[in-house]
């Protein structure tokens, strides 16, 4: 019988998802230096840096799954001693009294099930990003993660860096006043989008299992045009540019102005189909007033596109030269040119770093798997990219998605997770799944 999740407003209201990393109950209890059993799904692309990671944080790798046995071959060998798996059900029911953790890095259409499956056992969990395929999934995992009192992160790595945290330090201080608008970019897709039709049937190489690999979404015939990489694109499989770094580069101005959920959301795009997301897009939320922000745009450009050149009036970069950036945060004092990887950071007037310097308030970790790892042993606080916090990022960057897809402006109520003068996006809020894979 499934179980019955609270709804989002008792989830918040309980205060159970600040507290979540004090109120764990483990399948056993770690000390300071206890060792994590973690079991992967997904050994591929990032599922292989991702095992690295839980391994280099002191953890044991004791399970691998992969629907392509050549790549789980070469894992198993890289990882001798742990046990090799297909199908990641069959994993987790076999293995589940000698797991602990699991990774999850398969593509977006599986993240879901993948994770709610081991949540559901009682296990902590990382998860690529975007966290989920779908808006109501991201709901429901983040919901589910509370009741079972489970570990949680989700992998958008520079969250758990330095310059994220100390720019939303800067933001939250008032280094540009409050802020009245927001700006980021992308080149990505690096892969095809825009295609109007499914690619021909090809036969399916002996080994991949292709049924596993469509997993919860519609059955479709086989070609290399969607695996290993090309699935992004697909709307089925993958949540396009957006998705892909959506939650990465929107992250930083979304955790500083600190508002769960936009109030509208439109979206222009070019070369959106039934199949396949847009060749560009540009997505422009809608957020009302917070403690840190005015009712704000926040504006998401992909597929080359920029804002223009009025946008960075005053600073000493145009739409061209601003490309080494990620975004650009505008507030009633000043502008701040921002990017990720760096704390080589713009200001308009020059200097608001030095005339701004809060004291510290995020906690500083090594990385976001040793960060995971360490919640788990009882050795750290929560990780702040724990799926309290990244499931209403998600559900925020996915709804872009949405818009690009209905095309029109919509209203959103994300209490209710409706879009209120929208009824037909209800079927792509929470999808339907494949016989066999239902929820």
């Known amino acids: 019988m499934p179980a019955k999740f609270p709804s989002r407003r008792q989830f918040l209201k309980s205060g159970f998802a600040s507290t979540l990393a004090f109120q764990i109950v483990p399948s056993r209890v770690f000390g300071a230096n206890g060792r994590v059993a973690v079991a992967s799904i997904g050994v591929g692309g990032k599922g292989a840096s991702d095992i690295a990671g839980a391994k280099g944080a002191g953890a044991d790798i004791v399970g691998l799954c992969d629907v392509d046995s050549k790549r789980l071959g070469g894992a198993l060998k890289k990882y001798p001693g742990s046990k090799g798996f297909s199908d990641f059900r069959k994993m987790l029911d076999e293995m589940g ?39 109501w999934e991201a709901r429901t995992l983040a919901e589910a993660a509370a009741e079972n009192k489970v570990v949680t992160q989700m992998g958008n790595q520079a969250h758990a860096g330095e310059p994220i945290r100390r720019a939303v330090e800067l933001i939250r201080a008032g280094i540009v006043g409050k802020v009245t608008g927001v700006h980021a970019w992308t080149n990505r897709p690096i892969w095809p989008q825009g295609m109007s039709e499914r690619l021909p049937k090809q036969e399916v190489p002996a080994h991949i299992d292709w049924n596993q690999w469509i997993g919860p979404a519609p059955m479709r015939d086989y070609n290399d045009g969607y695996v290993p990489f090309k699935w992004r694109g697909w709307w089925d499989f993958g949540t396009g540019a957006l998705g892909d770094m959506g939650c990465h580069i929107m992250d930083m101005p979304f955790w500083a102005i600190d508002i769960p959920h936009p109030i509208a959301v439109e979206a222009v795009q070019e070369g959106n189909s039934i199949e396949c997301g847009p060749k560009r897009s540009t997505v422009t939320y809608t957020f009302p007033e917070g403690d840190y922000s005015r009712k704000m745009p926040f504006v998401w450009y992909d597929g080359g596109s920029m804002p223009d050149d009025s946008v960075f009036e ?41 005339q701004t310097k809060p004291d510290q308030s995020i906690p500083r970790v090594t990385n976001e798997d040793q960060e995971w790892i360490d919640a788990i042993r009882g050795a750290g606080g929560p990780p702040l990219s724990g799926f309290d916090r990244s499931g209403p990022f ?46």
């Open 97 to 135: 009294k000698s797991i602990d953790a699991v990774t999850v890095s398969t593509p977006d259409h599986m993240h879901f099930h993948a994770a709610l499956s081991a949540i559901r056992m009682g296990k902590h969990v990382y998860c690529q990003k975007p966290l989920t395929h779908s808006i």
């Open 314 to 354: 005053g600073t000493v970069v145009d739409s061209k030269t601003a490309k080494k950036f990620d975004l650009i945060v505008i507030g009633e004092k000043g502008k701040f040119l921002f990017n990720r990887g760096s704390k080589k950071w713009l200001t308009t007037p020059e200097g608001l770093v030095d």
């Open 394 to 439: 998600t559900e925020t960057v996915l709804l872009g998605n949405l818009a690009i897809r209905i095309g029109k402006k919509l209203d959103w109520d994300g209490k209710t997770l409706k879009a209120t003068n929208a009824p037909e996006a209800d079927a792509i809020i929470k999808r339907e799944y494949r016989m066999g894979w239902e929820i």
